[in-house]
T-cell receptor, first 115, second 107 residues
Framework: DGGITQSPKYLFRKEGQNVTLSCEQN?????MYWYRQDPGQGLRLIYY???????QKGDIAEGYSVSREKKESFPLTVTSAQKNPTAFYLC??????????????FGSGTRLTVV | GESVGLHLPTLSVQEGDNSIINCAYS??????FIWYKQESGKGPQFIID?????DKRQGQRVTVLLNKTVKHLSLQIAATQPGDSAVYFC??????FGTGTRLQVFP
């Protein structure tokens, strides 16, 4: 089945450590996105990628980094510079970077807890 | 900056009743809107979308209404079921999301 996979579902890390969240899609989508969701709040865009080897900062990119070396993969690294990293992270993809995001699909999320 | 937001944080309805979830947007140039449903601990799921050249669009048990004059859209769920309990988001172009409305369905 085609879809978007995030792993792991739950992740625990010690404060000060970098951690990388995985996002893989087999939908042949060009565009991929990372969002952060905090309790009682909406989704906030961290980074997005319109096409392979390209990515752009979203609204809250500080303390995060991404790469897009392959079309199907868009990993997110939460660095030690991120002041409040504990959150629910959602990855998404869409066929193309356009205002009509038909087929915009979300992964099931990774809950990161920093202790 | 531009924003899309929801009026009510929580909506409680009885099973079988109709639900209406509202959303306001501020960018008059917005031309495409999406409603998502998010269950606890899961990623959002697409429910229905609407383009600005439409006032109404219907799906299975769901209807989205768009009022461009007052920059408002709503999601109507007919005969609400316990499985409809979730947080509902509206979004403009899938990059700008409201904070969400939690729908609670009581038997």
């Amino acid at each position: 089945d085609g879809g978007i996979t995030q792993s792991p579902k739950y992740l625990f890390r010690k404060e000060g450590q970098n951690v990388t969240l995985s996002c893989e899609q087999n939908l042949n989508h060009d565009a991929m996105y990372w969002y952060r969701q905090d309790p009682g709040q909406g989704l906030r865009l961290i980074y997005y990628s319109q096409i392979v080897n390209d990515f752009q900062k979203g609204d809250i990119a500080e303390g995060y980094s991404v790469s897009r070396e392959k079309k199907e993969s868009f990993p997110l690294t939460v660095t030690s510079a991120q002041k409040n990293p504990t959150a629910f992270y959602l990855c998404a993809s869409s066929p193309a970077w356009s205002r009509a995001n038909y087929g915009y699909t979300f992964g099931s999320g990774t809950r990161l807890t920093v202790v | 900056g531009e924003s899309v937001g929801l009026h009510l944080p929580t909506l409680s309805v009885q099973e079988g009743d109709n639900s209406i979830i509202n959303c306001a947007y501020s960018n008059s140039a917005s031309d495409y809107f999406i409603w998502y449903k998010q269950e606890s601990g899961k990623g959002p799921q697409f429910i229905i979308d609407i383009r600005s050249n439409m006032d109404k669009r219907q799906g299975q048990r769901v209807t989205v209404l768009l009022n461009k004059t007052v920059k408002h859209l709503s999601l109507q769920i007919a005969a609400t079921q316990p499985g409809d309990s979730a947080v509902y988001f509206c979004a403009e172009w899938a990059l700008i999301f409201g904070t969400g409305t939690r729908l609670q369905v009581f038997p």
